[in-house]
């Protein structure tokens, strides 16, 4: 995600199509990864689903189990073939452009090149649409959080080169790094909860003694604490991913509560105005910030 930022920081104002391919290539590695994921979690339910079915059917009918055998075969097929696709995609990407070709992704492609307002032509002088751009980066900032750690480095990236240059585009990337790092918090503490329950259990049983009703009632508070922390993660994605689809659209956006203390910070650096449109979605191209 830092190369296609870096990329079309450089090439902005000099390339339409380097800074074109490079908006594609953020958008497949931030909502592309976000639609493949779910996908992959939709093929992989159903196929679960289907095999559990058809050896259900084979148990009861007393049948052997070598069509499900094949159903497995297939499903491993399936589910790494996914998986290549989604891989495959960006090689292709490089090479066509390395050959000069107009690489659009599948789907992708198409409606970035819209909203953006590219199309390929010779004269390269005049730019995308410069606010359509910065929407665009920010809110593949929030759709990277369903990246678990790596989605960082897309709002950090932008904050470091993007900042000093955009109110809209600091606003955005410091609440998304924020709410970014709360999610990746609530995994690591869910992680060491889980750990401590099990290490402490180990421990009781190592010993050669019996774990005693308090240790198991630790051991299995730990892993419903640990549960419940996980099955809040997904909420935390869901409103980042709503955040992002905000941005895009160009309506107001801040995370609750996050957004108005960054909001609050910020108004030592910008004017009130500045400030009001940075949080309000619209860019500013002009903004010089004193931090």
Not at 29 to 41: E, P
Request: aromatic residues 12%.
């Amino acid at each position: 995600m830092m190369l296609p930022i870096i990329g079309w920081s450089e090439q902005r104002q000099k390339s339409r199509y380097a800074s074109f391919q490079c908006l594609q290539a953020l958008g497949y590695q931030s909502l592309g990864y976000t639609i493949w994921l779910l996908s992959y979690f939709v093929v992989l339910i159903v196929a679960s689903i289907f095999i559990i079915v058809i050896s259900f059917q084979a148990g009861t009918s007393g049948q052997d189990f070598i069509p499900l055998a094949g159903l497995m075969t297939l499903m491993f097929i399936l589910i790494f073939g996914v998986l290549g696709l989604y891989l495959i995609l960006p090689i292709i990407a490089a090479i066509a452009c390395g050959l000069g070709k107009d690489f659009h992704y599948p789907i992708l492609g198409s409606r970035l090149a819209k909203y953006l307002g590219y199309r390929q032509v010779e004269d390269e002088s005049d730019g995308l649409i410069e606010e359509h751009e910065e929407r665009w980066l920010a809110s593949m900032g929030h759709f990277s959080i369903i990246v678990a750690l790596w989605g960082l480095i897309a709002p950090i990236t932008t904050w470091i080169i993007q900042g000093r240059r955009s109110a809209f585009l600091k606003f955005q990337s410091i609440q998304t790094t924020i709410f970014q790092v709360i999610v990746n918090l609530m995994y690591l503490a869910a992680g060491v909860v889980y750990f401590l329950g099990i290490v402490m259990l180990l421990v009781m049983v190592g010993l050669g003694g019996d774990p005693g009703m308090i240790t198991l009632f630790l051991f299995f508070l730990a892993l419903l604490l640990a549960a419940v922390i996980m099955l809040a993660v997904p909420l935390f994605h869901i409103l980042g991913q709503w955040a992002g689809y905000r941005v895009l659209k160009g309506d107001n956006y801040r995370y609750p509560i996050l957004g108005k203390q960054v909001e609050k910070r910020l108004s030592k650096s910008y004017g009130a105005q500045e400030l009001a449109s940075a949080s309000n979605g619209q860019p500013s191209d002009s903004t010089e910030a004193n931090l």
